[in-house]
């Protein structure tokens, strides 16, 4: 890929993922621009350069991109479906590899799922990534899987604790493993693509920071607190019909639905390890799984 990246700007480096990019990227030395909504009152740190952009516009991003070696997107998910602009202009300044605000499930293997009518904007904007680096071979990419966001799914529900009433909601039998990832590792994945491009030129990869179990969880939870957690066992399949029909009324917060039946259910199969979690590649290590727990339950 030639001479090292250097120079690595950042959309939506205010927002939950961003945040910890950017920290990371200037951890490990790279010079950080994060491109923002004209208008965004977003503040970043005093090393990082911000540039108000108009994403609807190519002349604007490219004008911004310009002497950038790469491009992270951590981009809020309404924004996702319309990137196009954005790669366009990565291309046009000349940026040598994309980061693409993917970090979820792996939506490169979605066969006909309704969940993948939702991440329509995430598959179109790969795909057309991967046609510009046809054209471009010096215009690169790496997709980044990610699983649940473990640290900020934890306040936010999608983990499945309460900690206030200290319930636990646990789908089918709570023992599938599930791919699950904390930010600032995350972070420092992404940092890692970009030290060593040469080792993810053009691949999706995916990354765990740990695999556990909902029950795993749960008895760790109720470990750390010494107390018993009330749980709520719920079918997996209830969460894929319930999403069915939000979706067939067009609502898109059947998202959570079916992506609770998809990693949580039975038999999901979607635990990234061994040589399948990208970590080692990146010279990376899993993270803490209880240390990540009494983190939250102390705050
Ligand atoms: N795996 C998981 O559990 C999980 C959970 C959440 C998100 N994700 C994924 O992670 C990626 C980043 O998500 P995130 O939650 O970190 O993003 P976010 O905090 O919601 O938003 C990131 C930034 O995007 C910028 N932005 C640009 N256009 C926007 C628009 N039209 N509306 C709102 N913000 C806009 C904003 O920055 P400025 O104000 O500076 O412009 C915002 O701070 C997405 O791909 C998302 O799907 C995964």
Redesign the pocket.
Same mark, same amino acid.
């Given at each position: 890929m030639g001479n090292p990246i250097k120079n690595v700007a950042v @959309?939506? !480096?205010?927002?939950? %993922? !961003?945040r910890a990019a950017v920290s990371e990227l200037v951890d490990a030395g790279f010079t950080v621009t994060?491109?923002?909504?004209e208008g965004? *009152? +977003?503040t970043f740190p005093a090393r990082v350069v911000?540039k108000a952009v108009d994403?609807t516009s190519v002349g604007s991003l490219t004008s911004a991109l310009e002497g950038q070696d790469a491009l992270v997107?951590?981009?809020? *998910? @309404?924004? $996702?479906a +319309?990137q196009k602009p954005l790669v366009d202009a990565a291309v046009a300044a000349g940026v040598r590899r994309i980061i693409p605000?993917? #970090?979820? $499930?792996n939506t490169r293997f979605l066969g006909k799922e309704p969940i993948g009518t939702i991440l329509q904007g995430?598959i179109q904007t790969l795909n057309y990534i991967h046609e510009k680096s046809k054209q471009n071979p010096l215009f690169t990419w790496t997709g980044v899987s *990610?699983? %649940? #966001?473990f640290d900020?799914?934890l306040p936010?529900g999608?983990i499945g604790l309460d900690k206030a009433t200290k319930t636990a909601t646990i789908y089918d039998s709570g023992d599938e493993p599930y791919q699950a990832?904390n930010l600032p590792h995350i972070g420092k994945a992404i940092a890692a693509i970009l030290k060593h491009p040469e080792v993810t030129t053009n691949r999706y990869i995916s990354i765990a920071s740990f695999n556990p179990t909902q029950n795993q969880v749960l008895a760790l939870a109720e470990k750390l607190t010494g107390e018993k957690w009330t749980v709520d066992h719920l079918p997996s399949s209830e969460q894929q019909k319930i999403g069915s029909e939000k979706l067939s009324k067009g609502d898109y917060s059947a998202f959570s639905n079916f992506l609770k039946k998809r990693v949580y259910g039975d038999g999901a199969g979607l635990a990234v390890s061994g040589p399948d979690n990208a970590l080692d590649l990146l010279g990376l290590e899993e993270d803490d799984l209880e240390k990540s727990l009494r983190e939250w339950l102390a705050e």
């Open positions: @959309v939506g !480096g205010s927002g939950n %993922l !961003g994060v491109l923002t909504r965004s *009152t +977003a911000s994403y997107s951590t981009i809020a *998910t @309404v924004a $996702i +319309a605000s993917e #970090f979820g $499930i995430k *990610t699983g %649940l #966001f900020w799914g936010h999608s990832s």
